[in-house]
């Protein structure tokens, strides 16, 4: 978070108090804007107050994406005796009616598109990150490794297959790959 000076009239999201103009207050986008006292420092209080902010913009696209789905299949429901009107579908020439029908449902088919798209970003908005986040699944990684790990095996690097395992140490393993030896970071590490 990163202390301002208000511009507009607001209110502190944690307190409630008036922050009146002139007045400083710690504000981020994706949380909002408190109180100097108030500003938020534990990482699980940050990720509520993003969670909230990001739940309710991923419900405005599943929102949006239910109204397109609703009226897509209200028009594609309304062609529906054309389907089985082989006469219609098979007559050759220009008919408009049949070219205002399929033009309808490229729209409605690009509309089902757009939902499709509308309710993946909601779905990613859904899962809020916050500092440390990475690092602490970067270390549950290095954990693991470590658990398995020995010298002597045989281990994928990064870029390499089939390298030797010359020393463990604690974020890292010495290895051999192809004639040279190099560190790797033991995230990157898999069984050979």
Request: with cysteine.
């Amino acid at each position: 978070m990163r202390t301002i000076t208000v511009k507009y009239d607001g209110v502190c999201k944690k307190c409630g108090a008036a922050l009146v103009v002139g007045q400083q207050a710690a504000y981020e986008r994706a949380s909002g804007i408190f109180c100097p006292g108030c500003a938020p420092t534990d990482t699980e209080e940050i990720r509520a107050y993003r969670q909230e902010r990001a739940d309710a913009k991923a419900d405005k696209y599943e929102g949006w994406a239910a109204k397109r789905r609703e009226r897509a299949a209200a028009v594609l429901k309304a062609d529906e005796w054309a389907r089985g009107d082989y006469a219609f579908n098979t007559q050759p020439g220009h008919i408009p009616g049949r070219q205002g029908m399929n033009d309808r449902h490229d729209r409605q088919y690009e509309s089902l598109e757009t939902a499709q798209r509308f309710e993946a970003k909601a779905e990613s908005l859904r899962h809020v990150r916050v500092k440390g986040d990475a690092a602490a699944r970067d270390e549950a990684v290095r954990l693991r490794v470590l658990s398995w790990i020995k010298v002597g095996m045989m281990v994928n690097g990064f870029g390499q297959k089939s390298c030797e395992v010359l020393k463990i140490n604690k974020n890292t393993a010495r290895i051999r790959g192809q004639g040279s030896d190099y560190n790797e970071r033991l995230i990157f590490l898999s069984p050979a």
